[in-house]
């Protein structure tokens, strides 16, 4: 049985609101202008010390890609949430995550840091109750169950395959019991089978 390589991302109920994190705590939306070098993306989310994920979309034309990098793939690692493609890895677009933000380089693979291009980004810091996000592998043919207990009670979950194209599956408390939309599509949600969702946990059917 072969290997498949998923990217799974859960966000609780309750928001971030834990322990003392006020929503700029752990979230961000900054735009920005591209400068085609390097620029720092200075948002105040330390995606550092506790981990997280960082959208970028570029606002002068509807045709480019939504752009996913997150701490857990690494920087050099990308992915479009409005297409089935895998990741693109070793790219030098987004090259760092650090504690106050993040950087973006040369890049063209994925349209970050494009000069003049106009930019903006959402950046969403690992934190309880709010957001976060595994790798997960599995075998063809076998269910794999994951558990997100520091979210509680899941509200949304994405999952998407890595090592090949292959379509975002995304599961939401408010549709009908068993049924999922896909992510880079506009089609009304349907019973798919692909994920099932309850409380804390996630499993990931067949495949």
Known sequence: MSALNFLLSGQGVSGGGYSGLYVDDVFSTYTYTGNGTSQTIVNGIDLATYGG???IKCRNTSSTNNELFDTTRGATKGIC????????????DLTSFGGNGFTVGAGTNFNVNI??????SWT??????????????KSSGSNRTVSFPELGTLGMVRVKRTDQPGSWYV??????????????????????GHITVSGT????VNG
Request: proline residues 5%; charged residues 5%; positive net charge.
């Open 53 to 55: 994920m960082v959208h």
């Open 81 to 92: 949430s409005n297409s089935t493609i895998a990741q693109v890895t070793g790219v030098s």
């Open 115 to 120: 000069s003049s291009n106009s930019y903006v």
């Open 124 to 137: 969403f810091r690992n934190a309880p109750r709010f957001y976060g996000h595994q790798l997960v592998t």
């Open 171 to 192: 599961w939401h408390r408010s549709l009908p019991a068993g049924q999922l939309l896909i992510g880079e599509s506009t089609a009304a949600p349907s019973a798919m």
């Open 201 to 204: 946990s996630v499993t990931l």
